[in-house]
């Protein structure tokens, strides 16, 4: 139960609250650059090769490494869509946003900390670890991004949002530098050379970074409560019908209903670059570790610069115009990707996903919460912005696993993503032409 004190208005732009808030992109995006990104896709594909042979055993199944690997992070993703309604519905009736953000946050920080356990021997142990340190982490965006249009005034949403992501890039880059420490110099730490436990306390390290580090935006972020409930609402079923209430004002904006569709597929095609980047880099072109983490690292720090840089360019031009941008350099990215045969080019690569990969997810978010009608019900519309990028999510890497488990190759899945970016490049392309039409016709008027 809520006591009043307990509620206490928020005030817009209050810097030690959004000190808080952006320190949870410090704590958690560990679990991005180590676990999604960086080491884990590197042990999981080391460990799950037998005898040269990419097929493992799930339970009895027969799947190929990588195809239980891009559906796990479906799975997760998708169950995420399924409850995050029900959940903020529940958060809404609680005023306790910040509660459930805290219960996602410690399933995500044990599931990275169980990897410790996952060996040759643990293959389902760690798929579900694994799952669980998603599920944590997509669920508690959920209720860290609706915090976004409450803290903060809508012309620093760009500044604001960019600077969580460049804390982010900067936390994941100090803890995998510490990581890569004890990976390349493992006797200096008293561990074996020929051990993988320099790589499982990796995970470990990214469960207690993560638990740790978002203390500081529990202590900081409010307690309060949009509304309260009314009547005989059920609390389990609002949440769904707040959606379906969500996706009808939604609908009367053609420009925002056009600009959720894009960015369903240009997140499609984002999140699966995100998370199968390493696993391509070691199948289909054969480097090892010694290029391939030092080259995710530099997607992580160029990754800083550029959602800056990008923030910038949506002051200039607009946040249409600037994703398009970056929509057009996706593209070009994937379609040469196709073509990567060596160390080199996906070195090249690397750079110009670092440069993108910021700026599109920066812009995406701060971009949404411009084009919000007037409401006070920030959570609603962010839990339906949240559960299509959970669903993008889940029908991205599935497209992925499931183009690899048909063809037996990865480049098809990379055209694949191409396509999705462009898609989502044409509709941002329409709705510009649809504002400039309107404001000729606003013109003659």
């Not at 959940?87 to 219960?103: C, E, H, I, Q």
């Not at 008293?190 to 638990?211: C, E, H, K, M, N």
């Not at 949506?314 to 593209?331: P, Q, R």
């Not at 993008?392 to 055209?415: D, K, P, Q, Y």
């Amino acid at each position: 139960m809520i006591r009043r004190r307990d509620i206490k208005p928020i005030v817009q732009g209050d810097k030690r609250i959004i000190r808080g808030w952006v320190m949870y992109d410090w704590s958690n995006s560990v679990y991005q650059l180590t676990i999604t990104t960086a080491i884990f896709p590197l042990y999981y594909n080391a460990i799950t090769i037998n005898g040269g042979s990419y097929t493992v055993s799930f339970f009895g199944a027969e799947v190929i490494n990588t195809v239980l690997y891009s559906w796990t992070i479906a799975s997760a993703f998708l169950l995420v869509a399924v409850l995050s309604p029900l959940l903020s519905s529940m958060a809404d009736y609680s005023g306790r946003r910040k509660t459930y953000m805290k219960v996602f946050t410690w399933i995500g920080a044990l599931g990275c900390s169980m990897l410790f356990f996952f060996d040759k021997e643990n293959i389902e142990l760690g798929i579900i670890a694994f799952g669980l340190g998603t599920f944590g982490y997509a669920g508690s965006i959920v209720f860290y991004n609706s915090f976004l249009p409450v803290i903060a005034k809508p012309e620093d949403h760009d500044r604001i949002s960019a600077r969580g992501y460049s804390m982010g890039y900067l936390g994941g880059v100090i803890l995998l530098l510490l990581q890569l420490a004890v990976i390349q110099k493992p006797g200096w730490f008293g561990i074996p050379a020929d051990s993988d436990l320099q790589y499982r306390l990796a995970f470990l390290t990214v469960g207690l970074w993560w638990i740790g580090f978002s203390q500081i935006t529990f202590t900081k972020l409010p307690k309060y409560v949009y509304k309260k409930r009314k009547g005989r609402e059920s609390v389990f079923l609002n949440g769904y019908k707040e959606l379906r209430t969500v996706y009808y004002q939604i609908r009367k904006s053609n420009a925002l209903s056009l600009y959720l569709v894009s960015y369903f597929f240009f997140m499609m095609g984002l999140l699966s670059v995100m998370y199968m980047a390493a696993s391509f880099g070691k199948k289909e072109i054969g480097l090892d570790d010694s290029v391939m983490i030092p080259t995710l690292l530099l997607i992580q720090l160029i990754g800083m610069v550029g959602a800056f840089s990008f923030a910038r360019l949506s002051g200039k031009i607009g946040n249409l115009k600037a994703l398009m941008v970056a929509l057009s350099a996706w593209t070009l990215i994937c379609v040469g990707a196709y073509f990567i045969s060596d160390a080199g080019s996906f070195i090249t690569a690397a750079f110009f996903i670092g440069i993108v990969m910021g700026g599109t997810q920066a812009l995406a978010r701060s971009t949404y919460s411009k084009m919000l009608p007037e409401t006070t019900d920030h959570t609603s519309f962010f839990s339906f912005y949240d559960v299509m990028e959970k669903l993008a999510s889940a029908g991205g890497t599935f497209s992925f696993g499931l183009i690899e488990a048909l063809t037996g190759n990865m480049r098809s899945a990379v055209v694949l993503i191409g396509f999705f970016f462009l898609i989502g490049l044409i509709i941002i392309l329409t709705i510009l032409k649809m504002n400039k039409s309107a404001e000729q016709k606003g013109l003659r008027a």
